[in-house]
C-alpha cells in the first residue's frame, strides 16, 4: 500500500513513517510534502496514494485548503496537535483524529479502523491453517541474488522468514546467515507448505524447526525464541494467536 504524510516538522514525518512501516513493512512511504501547496501539486501528479497521513497546520496554511483545491478520494487519518478541527475534519474522508504526539498503539488502532472501512477482511486465520496449502506445489527453494553471482537455497535449509525496511530475509537454518529474497512475506505465505511455516506477525513467518522456546504473553499471545537467534521480538499477533496454537499440535 502507499501512505503519503503530509507533516511540516521533519522530525514529526520521519517518526510517522517509522511507525507507519511498524505497521505496514511493506508499504510504500513518497515524498512527504511539508505545506499545502506542495501537497497539492503530489495528489495531481500522482495516482490517489491507499491512505494520507496529514496534519492540520501546514508550512503555508491549514491543510483544509487542499480540499479545496482538488478532490481528495484517498481516506485521511488526521494527525494535530489541536483538537478544535474535529468536527471539520470528519466532514472529509476521515478515518480517525489523532492527538500529537501520535503513538504507536492509536495509529495500530487507526489503521485497523481502515482496514475495516476500506480494506479487505481480516483472514480467517484459524481456518487457513487447519487447511493447510492444497495440493503440492509448494516452493521448494529460492534463487538469492548475491552481487553478480546466484545461491540457490532450498526451502528445508530455510528456518524463518522476516522483514526489514521493505526487504525480505531467510534465514538458513544450517549456517544461521541471511539472504535477501524478492519474496514478499504476503507472496511466500501464498507458497509455503503450511505444515512447515507460519505468519506469526506482519514481520515473521516461523518455521516449525525454528521455535526453540516459548512464553505465554499479554492478551493471550505467544512469544518465540527462535534459533538462530534475533534481534527483533517475536509476538504472535492476537488474531493469529489461536491459529498458531491449533498449527503447532496439527502439523
Same mark, same amino acid.
Given at each position: 500500500?502507499?501512505?503519503?504524510?503530509?507533516?511540516?516538522?521533519? $522530525?514529526?514525518?520521519?517518526?510517522?513513517?517509522?511507525?507507519? %512501516?511498524?505497521?505496514?513493512?511493506? $508499504? /510504500?512511504?513518497?515524498?512527504?510534502?511539508?505545506?499545502?501547496? @506542495? *501537497?497539492?501539486?503530489?495528489?495531481?501528479?500522482?495516482? $490517489?496514494?491507499?491512505?494520507?497521513?496529514?496534519?492540520?497546520?501546514?508550512?503555508?496554511?491549514?491543510?483544509?485548503?487542499?480540499?479545496?483545491?482538488?478532490?481528495? /478520494?484517498?481516506?485521511?487519518?488526521?494527525?494535530?496537535?489541536? #483538537?478544535?478541527?474535529?468536527?471539520?475534519? +470528519?466532514?472529509?474522508?476521515?478515518?480517525?483524529?489523532?492527538?500529537?504526539?501520535?503513538?504507536?498503539?492509536?495509529?495500530?488502532?487507526?489503521?485497523?479502523?481502515? @482496514?475495516?472501512?476500506?480494506?479487505?477482511?481480516?483472514?480467517?486465520?484459524?481456518?487457513?491453517?487447519?487447511?493447510?496449502?492444497?495440493?503440492?506445489? +509448494?516452493?521448494?527453494?529460492? %534463487?538469492?541474488?548475491?552481487?553478480?553471482?546466484?545461491?540457490?537455497?532450498?526451502?528445508?535449509?530455510?528456518?524463518? +522468514?522476516?522483514?526489514? #525496511?521493505?526487504?525480505?530475509?531467510?534465514?538458513?537454518?544450517? /549456517?544461521?546467515?541471511?539472504?535477501?529474497?524478492?519474496? /514478499?512475506?504476503?507472496?511466500?505465505?501464498?507458497?509455503?507448505?503450511? *505444515?512447515? +511455516?507460519?505468519?506469526?506477525?506482519?514481520?515473521?513467518?516461523?518455521?516449525?524447526?525454528?521455535?526453540?522456546?516459548?512464553?505465554?504473553?499479554?492478551?493471550?499471545?505467544?512469544?518465540?525464541?527462535?534459533?538462530?537467534?534475533?534481534?527483533?521480538?517475536?509476538?504472535?499477533?492476537?488474531? @493469529?494467536?489461536? $491459529?498458531?496454537?491449533?498449527?503447532?499440535?496439527?502439523?
Amino acid at each position: 500500500m502507499t501512505v503519503l504524510i503530509i507533516e511540516d516538522e521533519a $522530525a514529526a514525518a520521519r517518526r510517522l513513517e517509522k511507525m507507519v %512501516l511498524e505497521i505496514e513493512p511493506e $508499504a /510504500t512511504v513518497p515524498e512527504k510534502p511539508d505545506s499545502v501547496e @506542495r *501537497a497539492v501539486e503530489w495528489l495531481s501528479a500522482n495516482p $490517489a496514494p491507499d491512505l494520507i497521513l496529514m496534519d492540520i497546520h501546514l508550512a503555508d496554511g491549514s491543510s483544509f485548503e487542499i480540499f479545496e483545491h482538488l478532490e481528495v /478520494t484517498s481516506p485521511v487519518i488526521f494527525t494535530t496537535a489541536y #483538537d478544535e478541527h474535529a468536527l471539520r475534519a +470528519f466532514k472529509e474522508n476521515t478515518v480517525d483524529y489523532l492527538l500529537k504526539p501520535v503513538r504507536q498503539a492509536e495509529l495500530d488502532a487507526a489503521f485497523d479502523k481502515y @482496514r475495516r472501512i476500506h480494506g479487505k477482511p481480516a483472514p480467517n486465520w484459524q481456518k487457513l491453517a487447519a487447511e493447510g496449502n492444497e495440493g503440492n506445489n +509448494f516452493l521448494r527453494r529460492v %534463487l538469492i541474488r548475491m552481487g553478480n553471482s546466484f545461491k540457490l537455497v532450498e526451502i528445508n535449509e530455510s528456518v524463518y +522468514f522476516y522483514t526489514r #525496511d521493505k526487504i525480505t530475509f531467510l534465514v538458513s537454518g544450517d /549456517t544461521g546467515k541471511r539472504y535477501p529474497t524478492d519474496y /514478499t512475506l504476503d507472496k511466500l505465505e501464498e507458497v509455503l507448505d503450511r *505444515a512447515l +511455516f507460519f505468519r506469526i506477525n506482519r514481520q515473521f513467518i516461523v518455521g516449525i524447526k525454528s521455535i526453540r522456546e516459548m512464553q505465554m504473553y499479554s492478551k493471550g499471545r505467544v512469544k518465540i525464541d527462535l534459533e538462530p537467534e534475533t534481534d527483533q521480538e517475536t509476538i504472535v499477533s492476537v488474531e @493469529r494467536s489461536a $491459529a498458531f496454537k491449533k498449527w503447532l499440535v496439527e502439523n
